[in-house]
């Protein structure tokens, strides 16, 4: 057994170093980044804090890149419409002054049907270009600021009469630069407090089970669903006893206590598949190296808590949970979607749209609904990013939107074929790590932070032409052999 | 005679229609609100060979195959870097032009232009051999190795160790300045010489000769080039590189003289843009001049694939004419906004994207 556990962590481990030695640009990036953290002369705490707050603004919005990299679209130049959508939302929710959660349930209600409808519309316009849908969508996205731009200034007050003196220029025409947040949207979705989120997810997920419930009629079936309604209800209860709801009242998580948790609850899951696994189904399964890995990794991480460095930098970082558990939403979003029906319906169009109009699938149709979906999620997701940022410039928040979020997930080892919600958490990781060291170290080695401010741009433009070039280069061989093949 | 309409229409294009008869109705606003319409032709044929010779860097890129050169901003900073040579060597106010300014900025301008073409068409070759390896994504990729080269040069913009006054910061400041001055080396040289104006001295229609001969200059070249044994083969490179790889045509190294040739216009393009503009624009300006360029050869009515000598001329006249006159009249009819730089953005894009869609073969026809 412990052999067995033994060859099970070698070759896991192996896998690990080959998979990052043959991800030339993930490898490039971590080694990049490692030397810009040696050489900020920042203490590393104000790095990680850095890191994380980037870390939660922006990672749905480059988790928004993903479906349509599946489906065949490339990445997503884009998704700037879909931030502009979430960016108009926002201006009237804070023309008619709404605030806090009401103000960002508002603006995702507001943005959902904008962000559709201009999806659709660059959905219909990318099945004009294909072949061609990344240059297309860098050239709209310049496209887009113009129209943007021509509403904000001349439309909104010049035909739509706006009044308000803090919102528009002194003539009554046209919007301000910048629109402040702080004490209508800022952290209105960070603010929400774990004991809000708890219940809501209880509740929905309960009223999930009972609909469940009423739409099968299979007893065996029911019979469990109703021991689930149970522990819901189990759930809920504990969130109001006081010392849980206290804890839960909060709305930021040390990353301490999150840890602690993440690793407890880890070790739960691990031991509860194992007892399942050996006393349960008695089967020899091959999964329970998984497990007792999960567990040993679980232990490993909380015990490296005491270390005092790393003690020190888990009470100095604070996580807004709720903007957190949208991201982790998300991911599972992805993965679930990829299950469905639709999911498949993209992956083989992504693949070759030959083959899946011949499977009978609607090519166009399926392009249209991952424009939707990812412009949709690019609104959300810049919501996200101007609330936890608290200023809103006005012709400016969206213009790099695209580019930052698509180096990021090239950075993660993406390409214009494949990503995964794993390389767009590395990549976050890595390329927001850099951006925050960039200038120090800049400022350190060559005494001039200003070289430091033109590397990241230069990594930023850098990175995406490089792996756009090496997909090139690979699309360009890979037709060369095929048709080498057919001839003969 | 509807199916003669019919096929004019469809070989203007809807777009270009619709700029066209823009561009009369803005001309008919600005006499309406009575206007200098002197002074903006002034301007309009300033500009026209302002930009002339960039746009037309546009040609050889779309014959050769490589489609619209979005990259020419790799042109662009060898340009910049030549002009900047000229100017730290202090070209202009040498002992053996002393007592001949004009002799001097020209001497200086002719230094710039030699020196960053042939430093572009090396660069351009390089990057030619890049754009080989990426056949059906040259837009994709060039547009972003275009962003990457004005990131990389502005690190180089900061650290080069200028010594001329024109260059650095007076006071404090790294590297070189934001606009550079040209009064001391080429500024307006072009414009000036052979200059006459139309009219009344002050307010008359200033025609600058020597930058307009020089534009029709390059244009002529061009033209001679491509009726060339060598042009004439990388038109056939571009138009089918099959059918030109069985005739014997070497498509690759076909497309590489484009490139290099695009990248070289590029950098004389820059120099003579600056030259009427009197001002060296450093760091991110040029970032999006390739786009303007690429929208102006689409409106003189060139395809992703196919382009004309004279499709830069009237592209040219007209993108820019319309910038120039439009403006004004815009802020004449809707005091207190600024609608030049939004209907800059929407035409030339605009312009882009209804090409992309029009575009056939290549990539876009893979069903």
Redesign the interface.
């Known amino acids: 057994m412990k052999n067995n556990f033994l060859s099970y962590t070698k070759k896991q481990c192996s896998d690990l170093i080959k998979n990052i030695y043959s991800n030339k640009v993930v490898l490039m990036f971590l080694i990049l980044c490692i030397f810009g953290i040696s050489t900020t002369g920042k203490p590393l705490t104000y790095t990680i804090s850095e890191v994380f707050s980037r870390f939660s603004r922006n990672t749905f919005l480059v988790l928004a890149l993903i479906i349509p990299v599946l489906a065949g679209l490339g990445l997503n130049f884009g998704i700037v419409v879909g931030a502009m959508a979430a960016q108009i939302a926002i201006f009237f929710v804070v023309y008619w002054g709404f605030t806090g959660v009401n103000g960002l349930i508002l603006c995702v209600l507001l943005s959902t049907p904008i962000a559709i409808l201009f999806g659709y519309l660059v959905g219909r ?1 990318y099945n ?5 849908e ?3 969508g ?3 996205a ?2 887009a ?3 943007y ?2 509403l904000f ?2 439309v909104l007050g ?1 035909v739509i009469p706006i009044k308000s003196e803090t919102l528009m220029i002194d ?1 009554g ?2 919007v301000k630069n910048t629109i402040d947040l702080t004490g209508n949207l800022k952290y209105s979705l960070d603010n929400i407090s774990m004991l809000v989120l708890g219940r809501t997810i209880l509740i929905v997920y309960f009223v999930l089970v009972l609909a469940n419930i009423l739409i099968h009629k299979n007893k065996e079936a029911r019979n469990s669903q109703i021991s689930k309604l149970i522990l819901l209800g189990v759930m809920f209860g504990i969130t109001f006893i006081p010392y849980v709801s206290q804890f839960m009242g909060t709305d930021r998580l040390l990353l301490l206590d999150a840890v602690t948790i993440t690793c407890v609850l880890a070790i739960i899951y691990g031991l509860v598949k194992l007892i399942l696994i050996k006393l349960v189904k008695k089967e020899k399964d091959t999964d329970v190296n998984r497990y007792i890995a999960i567990i040993l990794v679980a232990i490993i991480a909380y015990g490296l808590t005491y270390v005092p460095a790393i003690y020190a930098i888990t009470l100095a970082v604070s996580l807004p949970v709720c903007t957190y558990a949208t991201i982790i939403l998300l991911c599972g979003f992805n993965r679930w979607l990829l299950s469905t029906k639709l999911g498949q319906d993209m992956r083989t169009v992504g693949q070759s ?2 083959v899946a ?1 011949s499977a009978g699938i609607n090519v166009n149709k399926t392009r249209i609904i991952a424009m939707c979906l990812s412009t949709l999620l690019a609104a959300w997701g810049q919501i996200i990013y101007l609330q936890n940022l608290g200023t809103f410039s006005t012709y400016g928040a969206h213009s790099m939107v695209g580019q930052y979020a698509i180096a990021a997930l090239l950075v993660g080892g993406a390409s214009v074929q494949m990503a995964n919600n794993k390389q767009a958490i590395l990549g976050v990781i890595l390329f927001h790590t850099l951006f925050v060291v960039a200038p120090f170290s800049a400022s350190n080695l ?1 005494g ?1 932070s ?2 430091g401010e ?2 990241r ?2 990594i ?3 990175v ?2 490089l792996a ?2 090496m ?3 690979k ?2 061989i890979k037709p060369a052999v095929a048709k080498g093949k057919s001839k003969k | 005679m509807n199916k003669h309409i019919k096929g004019f229409y469809q070989s203007i294009g809807l777009p270009r229609l619709i700029i066209l008869l823009f561009f009369i109705v803005v001309l008919f606003g600005a006499a309406f609100y009575d206007m200098d319409v002197v002074a903006l032709m002034s301007n309009v044929l300033r500009r026209w060979g302002m930009y002339g010779i960039l746009v037309l860097a546009m040609v050889p890129s779309i014959q050769c195959g490589i489609g619209p050169n979005f990259g020419v901003s790799l042109g662009i900073v060898c340009g910049l870097f030549g002009s900047l040579v000229a100017i730290e060597l202090d070209i202009a106010n040498l002992s053996i032009f002393a007592g001949n300014q004009t002799l001097g900025a020209w001497m200086s301008l002719l230094f710039a232009v030699v020196l960053s073409a042939v430093i572009a068409w090396f660069v351009g070759m390089g990057y030619g051999v890049l754009l080989n390896r990426v056949k059906g994504s040259e837009m994709t990729v060039s547009t972003y190795v275009g962003f990457s080269v004005i990131a990389f040069m502005n690190i180089l913009w900061v650290t080069l160790p200028f010594g001329s006054g024109d260059i650095k910061w007076p006071i404090g400041g790294e590297g070189a300045r934001n606009t550079i001055s040209l009064a001391g080396s080429f500024s307006e040289i072009m414009n000036k010489t052979g200059s006459f104006t139309i009219g009344d001295p002050e307010t008359g229609l200033f025609v600058p000769t020597g930058l307009l001969l020089f534009f029709f200059l390059f244009c002529f070249l061009m033209y001679l080039f491509l009726k060339s044994r060598t042009g004439i083969a990388m038109s056939a490179a571009g138009a089918n590189p099959s059918f030109a790889t069985a005739s014997g045509i070497h498509v690759n190294k076909m497309r590489i003289i484009g490139t290099a040739l695009s990248t070289s216009l590029g950098a004389v393009g820059i120099i003579t843009y600056a030259q009427a503009f009197g001002f060296l624009q450093m760091y991110n300006a040029p970032l999006m001049m390739g786009f303007a360029c690429v929208a102006a050869v689409l409106i003189g009515g060139a395809s992703t694939t196919r382009a004309r000598i004279s499709h830069v001329i009237i592209g040219t006249f007209l993108f820019q004419g319309l910038l120039v006159v439009a403006l004004p009249v815009a802020n004449k009819v809707l005091v207190g906004t600024d609608l030049s730089d939004i209907m800059r953005m929407i035409i030339s894009n605009g312009i882009i994207l209804y090409a992309l869609t029009k575009a056939k073969g290549g990539a876009a026809n893979e069903e």
């Open positions: 316009l004009k270009t294909k072949g061609a990344m240059i297309t860098m050239v709209l310049y496209f600021e113009g129209l731009m021509f200034l001349f010049g003539g025409v046209g749209r030959t109009t060559f001039s200003l070289i033109y590397f741009v230069f930023c433009y850098g995406i032409a756009l070039a997909h090139a280069w699309t360009v």
